[in-house]
């Protein structure tokens, strides 16, 4: 059974600083992982998907880098700024012809003017 | 439309009665997930429709939970007698497995509270 993990539960920095997040899965035959941001109340918004075969994926001051063997996955988040602060929440996908994704717990960032 | 599509958005019931609630994925996505969160804590597999196959429902906590989809179209979750610990979030995702992506799309929840 996959199991998603990721510390630290809870971060503060000050705005500006560059900051990761990690999550690491058990089960290292996955399909794909997904990072999300959740905000107060909403539902999640896709911030980055690596494929299995692929090593890190960017977007903006975001880059996400997967390790599969070793089951883990870190988020980068360059210069935070406060609209930075929500749960991120990272998502494996298994491998094989029936995709069962498994969320972790999530990481709440909160980024100090 | 453009993304995915949950009703109620909030929906308010006493215990005992029962609750339908709805989700309109992505139009062409083949896969439908539905999630329960409650407050502040992590999503809960309930249930995983892919096109025509028959349905994951692994994650539903009990016999009062059912869920239902037509081809690739829309999802209800029905919850019967409803119970104060049903109250939570309840997340539908879909995404398109074929080609590059397998990436969820989430609507933006329906809000259960149970009295």
């Known amino acids: 059974k996959q199991e998603v993990t990721q510390i630290p539960a809870a971060l503060s920095v000050p705005e500006g600083e560059n900051l990761v997040l990690n999550c690491s899965f058990t089960d290292s035959a996955i399909y794909n992982l997904q990072w999300f941001r959740q905000d107060p109340g909403k539902g999640l918004t896709s911030l980055l998907l690596?494929?299995?075969?692929?090593r890190e994926q960017t977007s903006g001051r975001l880059n996400a880098s997967l390790d599969k063997s070793s089951g883990r996955s870190t988020l980068y988040i360059a210069a935070s700024q406060p609209g930075d602060s929500a749960t991120y929440l990272c998502?494996?996908?298994?491998?094989?012809?029936?995709?069962?994704?498994?969320f972790g717990t999530g990481t709440k960032l909160q980024v100090i003017p | 439309g453009a993304g995915v599509s949950q009703s109620p958005s909030n929906k308010v019931t006493e215990k005992g009665k029962d609750v339908e609630l709805r989700c309109d994925p992505i139009s062409g996505h083949t896969a439908l997930y539905w999630y329960r969160q409650r407050l502040g804590q992590g999503l809960e597999f309930l249930i995983y429709f892919q096109g025509n196959s028959a349905p994951d429902k692994s994650g539903l906590p009990s016999d009062r939970f059912s869920a239902e989809r037509t081809g690739e179209s829309v999802s209800t979750l029905t919850i019967q007698r409803t119970q104060q610990e049903d109250s939570a979030v309840y997340l539908c995702?879909?995404?398109?497995?074929?080609?590059?992506?397998?990436?969820?799309?989430f609507g933006e929840g329906s809000r259960l509270t149970v009295l």
């Open positions: 998502a494996v996908s298994d491998s094989g012809g029936y995709q069962k994704v498994t």
């Open positions: 995702a879909s995404s398109l497995i074929a080609g590059y992506l397998g990436e969820l799309f």
């Open positions: 690596i494929q299995s075969s692929q």
